[in-house]
């Protein structure tokens, strides 16, 4: 099943990859949420790839995504273009995220960026790979000493709790070697088992943005939590992540009283 799902992925990414650095009809779902037309032609071709191959198993995806479907049983989880606003800016820092779940588990976890050619796939009890090479997180131990990815929600702008995001941001910097907010849930999370970032923190997201860099993490050895440091499901409106050393040093600090 994974080799079937990494092709479906990549025939997403190649539509990626052909329209990056062209001119794109660009629309708002909020002031700073954006969508192109190639969101919804991945979303397409990906949806009736996997319709096609396996039409017994729910979708559900960014552009079309429906709230009457029963988690409980076999679902995909479908982000066409995570890192939309890079996709139109030509930041190269985007991908297809797919993730196969049974009974809210996660099964299989891919995230693909065709600009920079990397593959991040994943296996329950298989471990994490990246272009078929296997990937750990790092062995950072002390927060002082980290790289955090991190994220803003889009409701940003309208929000009247910015000085609680910069709080936390400021706790974060000033406790750790840096932070970088590069725009994709999913790579993010991807980087953070890889060993790039140690830590990774943001708010606000939906189960299509994190639900393949979850396995994809955790099967490299890390921890996932809600801000509260337990278990993590969709619901949840924060989600951490971490090389698992500096995880309740990371908690602490993004947590504001």
């Not at 049974?102 to 299989?108: F, P, T, W, Y």
Request: with cysteine; charged share 25%.
């Amino acid at each position: 099943m994974i080799l079937d799902l990494i092709n479906i992925c990549k025939k997403g990414g190649e539509i990626i990859k052909d329209n990056f650095d062209k001119k794109l009809d660009v629309n708002k779902k909020s002031t700073i949420d954006l969508v192109t037309d190639v969101d919804y032609f991945v979303e397409k071709v990906v949806k009736e790839e996997l319709n096609k191959q396996f039409p017994s198993i729910e979708i559900i995806a960014e552009e079309s995504a429906l709230d009457n479907i029963e988690k409980e049983k076999p679902v995909f989880y479908l982000d066409p273009i995570d890192g939309t606003t890079n996709f139109v800016h030509g930041f190269p820092f985007v991908a297809v995220s797919l993730a196969y779940y049974v009974k809210n588990s996660a099964e299989i976890g891919m995230v693909y960026n065709p600009i920079m050619e990397e593959l991040f796939t994943a296996e329950k009890s298989k471990g994490a790979f990246l272009n078929g090479k296997a990937i750990k997180v790092s062995s950072t131990g002390k927060m002082i000493n980290s790289l955090i990815g991190t994220g803003f929600p889009y409701s940003i702008v309208e929000s009247e709790n910015n000085e609680i995001i910069i709080q936390r941001l400021r706790n974060i910097l000033e406790n750790s070697r840096g932070v970088r907010r590069a725009g994709s849930a999913a790579l993010d999370l991807c980087y953070t088992a890889k060993g790039v970032f140690d830590g990774y923190y943001e708010s606000g997201l939906n189960p299509w943005d994190v639900a393949a860099g979850k396995i994809i993490l955790e099967e490299a050895g890390g921890c996932v939590s809600s801000l509260g440091g337990g278990e993590y499901d969709f619901s949840e409106s924060w989600i951490v992540g971490s090389n698992g050393l500096i995880h309740d040093a990371l908690i602490n600090k993004i947590n504001i009283s």
